[in-house]
């Protein structure tokens, strides 16, 4: 643990003064030189930073370090934008809202609004669920470049229930139907007893940046209610997407 401790002071230190070399690393943290020599070989390793240009004494962050802030720019940009619509969507359906980002295959949670109800749906901050079996991954799945979603449909795709579809064909059409309605239905496919509803936060109109889902148990998000919360989930990653745009 001390040296996972150090590794991140040594992390934080590059970023704060790059370029920066062993020496002034070492006297900076006030850490023998030999111990900030291993914290930056074992970053150096897994990608977080670089030598800078042709010296390899003095050390920046990688594109890789670079890429992962931004990522946590956007969200909380994403997240700041959200909630007010959030906040009302939850308001009107007395449901759980989610708000996700897209990550390679998989959607992560990045807010969530508690229903009030004692049965409701509930999923940790940070927790992920493949495009293909939530609806707000089907949502931003629908508007994904058509090569890139017949690569991730060529994949073995994971069952996380006896529902969730893995048929190429099944999807492809759902997905015809998600980008046509304007909302995504996920029916027990990304957890046994949950169903959602879910639309894409798409500022530019084209790729989905995010999506928020109306989420609950099977008995209260049931087919009948699909169309209805459909449209007030759209019009509140509509509305969210306009007010990215104003950003």
Sequence with gaps: MRSVKTAFRVLDAVADY??????????????????????????????????????????????????????????????????????RLHADTLETIHLTVPDEHDVVLIERLDSSHPVRAVRPIGSRSPLHASSTGKAILAHMPEDEVHAYLADELESPTRKTKTDRALLLKELEIVRERGYAVADEEAADGVASVAGAI??????????????????RIRPDVYEFYGEKVRDAAAEVGQELRAW
């Excluded at 500022?203 to 989420?215: D, E, K, M, Q, V």
């Design 202 to 219: 798409r500022p530019t109109g084209g790729r989905a940046l995010a999506a928020i889902s109306i989420s609950g148990p099977v008995s």
């Design 18 to 87: 790059q370029p920066v070399g062993l020496s002034e690393l070492a006297r900076r943290l006030e850490l023998p030189k030999a111990t900030a020599q291993r914290s930056l070989t074992v970053l150096a390793e897994v990608g977080w930073i670089r030598p800078d240009g042709q010296d390899v004494t003095r050390w920046v962050l990688s594109d890789r370090a670079r890429s992962l802030a931004q990522r946590v720019g956007d969200h909380a940009r994403v997240r700041d934008a959200a909630l007010p619509a959030l906040a």
